[in-house]
Structure formats: C-alpha cells, structure tokens
C-alpha cells in the first residue's frame, strides 16, 4: 500500500463525533492520539463526553455516549504517566475514512485540540514537516 504524504497541521472531520473541519496536529513523537474532551462522566458502564471548547469553535458540545472504552497510560514529553479513557471512532483523511483510537484529554489550553500519533500514521502516511492542510485541501471544490 502506498502511503500518502500528509503535512504537520490539517482540518478533518470525525462524523462518529460529529465534528467537522477540526484542526489537528500531526504528532509524531507522541505513540497515541488524543482528542479535547471538556467533560468526561463514567457511569453504569457507559462513558458520557462533551466535546465542547470556546478556543475551537467547531467542537459542537454534543454529547456522546460510549459504552465500548477503555482506560491506558499515556506518557507525555515532560515524563509524567496520566491514566485516560481511550475510545474508537473515525476520522476521514483524504476523503477515505480509517478507524482510529482516540484518548480523551483537557486540550483547552492548547493550539490544537486534536494530536495524530504514530499509533494510527503508521503504513499509512508520511510526514513532510514543510507541509500543511493537504488533506483539507484535497477535499475542497
């Protein structure tokens, strides 16, 4: 399979979660993905989420319920081991849509609020740092 180039920044869309033209940040020294998730409630089984942030105007506060989740450590470059809730969704780069594994983190303070680790690039893409925005720009008329 060939791999498609993909630069350091793109817009995509997740219509599992509903989000739409969300900025993303091509990570690749971080293993795992995550995702901004602004309130997180586990009960009776089931994973409530709110993706909402006032510094992204496309995440839509919508709730999502998960009843398929899980928990991992995620190590970030500081050295500091954080224990997450993980979720599957989708996410379409290049108008073709890949399964992806996501952790849930508080990314209000961040530029991004979507990080794309190696996890999910591998045999699939390459990263040219000089690069940006190609998927978006692919899917535009």
């Known amino acids: 399979m060939k791999k498609k180039t993909i630069g350091r920044v793109d817009k995509i869309d997740f219509p599992t979660l509903d989000l739409y033209n969300i900025d993303v940040k091509i990570d690749t020294g971080a293993y795992t993905s995550a995702i901004h998730c602004s309130q997180i409630v586990e009960k009776d089984s089931m994973l409530f989420c709110t993706f909402h942030?006032?510094?992204?105007?496309?995440?839509?506060s919508i709730e999502i319920i998960f009843d398929d989740y899980s928990r991992t450590d995620v190590k970030s470059s500081n050295g500091f081991k954080e224990n997450r809730f993980k979720i599957k969704s989708d996410v379409i780069f290049f108008g073709k849509t890949y399964k992806i594994n996501l952790t849930l983190s508080t990314r209000d303070d961040m530029k991004f609020p979507v990080l794309i680790g190696r996890q999910f690039l591998s045999k699939k893409f390459l990263v040219d740092v000089d690069l940006q925005n190609l998927s978006f720009n692919a899917t535009q008329p």
Request: aromatic residues 12%; glycine residues 12%.
């Open 53 to 60: 942030s006032e510094g992204h105007a496309n995440f839509n």
